[in-house]
RNA sequence: GGCGCGAUGACAGAGUGGUUAUGUAGCGGACUGCAACUCCGUCCACGCCGGUUCGAUUCCGACUCGCGCCUCCA
């Protein structure tokens, strides 16, 4: 059975969808002025992990993930490189999508794009003032009305007028109310804008999610996803925007992930202190990120270091070393890896267990593998299915333990040669020269393992 | 101030009302020419104080400490 915890309700209960066997899920995406960083890529690959799961228990699963390509930072910054809103945005859609791939994560379905659904934005929008929720100002923008939204703050346990004596909100006579906020702006001068009942004008930040999961997935859908800063305002808003203009429930059920910090500092582009997961790859496999971001429960923080880092991949190097003695062949085993894998992650999601199910599984294949014993190819099939379900182990084994020479290090032709070599050097008892070598090796990262049928070799990070 | 989350062994990180998480590191063995890989064994634990209970790391309450959101940020 299939356990969700939900943002709304604060508690784990069982997921009923609104269709049997079907889920409709909206993620909430990228701001597309600036690369991708760890923090996106949590978010990406949590849902990716998700709905990999789901659709391998036979869910069917429509996911959509919008691209807010119109914003304030958005113009700003192509104001500041010189180049037009359109190159700016193609520029960093096209760097997301390569990140994505590079990090095994699947397309979603869907990818609306804010700009794509001005129409959408406009039609909720005229709804909201029809019905007395959003209201005209004199200056050409629109604003929600709050206050006339009963259930504001349902999500995020806020209440209108403690809102309101805190607002750190900027004081604006225009608006009837501090807390209110914008849902289409008047143009600027010089700035990109669309016709709209209300003047020239371009949509506010949380309209466009309203019309595009609209659009996209119906009034009321199963589950509302997105990072751990995204439940107030944004996600708020967005149900008074849906609730109020639909009449109808918005999303069942909300997930948020947790949030990724570095040196125990939460990491944002307002701190500075990002890695961009461009910056990472240079560095280690995609795989090696995957891992870590799965190595953590997705609503936990994690915590960004050279150390973690190096610790999920010296944990791939583990499942791959298993799996580089071995042909995998699938055949019927009766052992309880699958159902435990299963178990945990259908209880919320639970990746860190079922990793830990895959390494007890490792544990058993390797025994198989020293003993020879022929259980192993079914159990190395049994290991690559488990994972693939969660986008993992899908590598050649060999591929990933040899990476690929970086700058300055030594080939794989190279390699050879000198364990060709040190072969001839053993068969001779000259240990010494053997030794000589490979600390040789070693010193440029690779390591030697010596068998009965012969000498391999991985990198090490 | 409001709302919410967390505190687990050397580190990372799950989980459970009474029984081994898991990974890395350490220690002792096996394998090896010696190593590496791998296997076997093993040390180290549940912030603090009360309560409930036959029994609590696990449930309840207080406390301490840490964190997130309340403003653009995934």
């Known amino acids: 059975m299939l356990q969700i915890y939900n943002t709304l309700t604060k508690q784990k209960s069982a997921f009923t969808p609104l269709k049997a066997g079907e889920i409709s899920m909206y993620v909430c995406g990228m701001t597309v002025y600036d690369y991708c960083h760890i923090g996106h890529a949590r978010v990406m690959v949590?849902?990716?992990?998700?709905?990999?799961?789901?659709?391998?228990?036979?869910?069917?699963?429509?996911?959509?993930?919008?691209?807010?390509?119109?914003?304030?930072?958005?113009?700003?910054?192509?104001?500041?490189?010189?180049?037009?809103?359109?190159?700016?945005?193609?520029?960093?859609?096209?760097?997301?999508?390569?990140?994505?791939?590079?990090?095994?994560?699947?397309?979603?379905?869907?990818?609306?794009?804010?700009?794509?659904?001005?129409?959408?934005?406009?039609?909720?929008?005229?709804?909201?003032?029809?019905?007395?929720?959003?209201?005209?100002?004199?200056?050409?923008?629109?604003?929600?009305?709050?206050?006339?939204?009963?259930?504001?703050?349902?999500?995020?346990?806020?209440?209108?007028?403690?809102?309101?004596?805190?607002?750190?909100?900027?004081?604006?006579?225009?608006?009837?109310?501090?807390?209110?906020?914008?849902?289409?702006?008047?143009?600027?001068?010089?700035e990109v804008s669309w016709e709209s009942p209300w003047g020239n004008g371009r949509p506010g930040w949380h309209i466009e999610c309203s019309a595009m999961s609209k659009h996209c997935l119906g009034d009321n859908f199963d589950i509302h996803g997105g990072g751990p800063d995204l439940p107030f305002p944004h996600h708020e808003n967005e149900i008074a925007q849906s609730e109020a203009a639909n009449g109808c429930a918005f999303a069942n059920l909300w997930m948020h992930a947790g949030a990724v910090r570095v040196n125990s500092e939460k990491m944002s582009k307002s701190l500075g202190n990002f890695f961009t997961i461009r910056d990472v790859l240079q560095q280690y496999n995609p795989e090696v990120v995957r891992l870590f971001l799965a190595s953590v429960h997705y609503r936990s923080y994690i915590d960004y270091s050279e150390a973690s880092l190096k610790e999920a991949k010296v944990k791939l190097e583990r499942f791959y070393q298993a799996l580089r003695d071995v042909s995998p062949q699938a055949a019927e085993l009766d052992n309880k890896y699958h159902s435990q894998f299963t178990q945990a992650m259908n209880d919320d999601f639970n990746t860190p267990k079922a990793i830990a199910v895959l390494f007890e599984l490792v544990?058993?294949?390797?025994?198989?593998?020293?003993?020879?014993?022929?259980?192993?190819?079914?159990?190395?099939?049994?290991?690559?299915?488990?994972?693939?379900?969660?986008?993992?182990?899908?590598?050649?084994?060999?591929?990933?333990?040899?990476?690929?020479?970086?700058?300055?290090?030594?080939?794989?032709?190279?390699?050879?040669?000198?364990?060709?070599?040190?072969?001839?050097?053993?068969?001779?008892?000259?240990?010494?020269?053997?030794?000589r070598i490979r600390d040789a090796l070693l010193q440029g990262g690779v390591v030697l393992k010596d068998t009965r049928e012969g000498t391999s070799w991985f990198r090490e990070g």
């Open 46 to 190: 949590s849902f990716d992990v998700i709905t990999r799961f789901l659709r391998s228990q036979g869910w069917k699963v429509n996911y959509v993930r919008n691209i807010t390509d119109v914003d304030d930072k958005i113009l700003q910054r192509a104001k500041q490189n010189d180049e037009s809103m359109q190159q700016l945005t193609e520029r960093m859609i096209a760097a997301m999508h390569e990140d994505e791939k590079r990090l095994f994560v699947l397309p979603p379905d869907q990818e609306p794009r804010a700009t794509g659904h001005i129409q959408g934005i406009i039609d909720i929008t005229q709804i909201l003032i029809d019905k007395g929720y959003a209201y005209a100002a004199s200056n050409g923008d629109v604003y929600y009305r709050v206050a006339k939204f009963e259930g504001y703050g349902k999500l995020t346990n806020k209440n209108i007028d403690e809102l309101r004596a805190g607002a750190r909100v900027a004081i604006n006579d225009i608006k009837e109310n501090p807390i209110d906020f914008v849902l289409w702006k008047a143009a600027r001068e010089g």
């Open 363 to 435: 544990n058993e294949l390797n025994t198989a593998n020293r003993q020879k014993l022929a259980t192993a190819p079914a159990l190395a099939a049994q290991l690559l299915s488990l994972a693939d379900s969660i986008g993992l182990l899908q590598q050649d084994p060999t591929e990933f333990l040899q990476g690929e020479a970086k700058e300055g290090e030594i080939s794989p032709q190279q390699i050879e040669v000198l364990i060709e070599e040190r072969k001839v050097a053993r068969s001779n008892k000259d240990f010494a020269e053997s030794d």
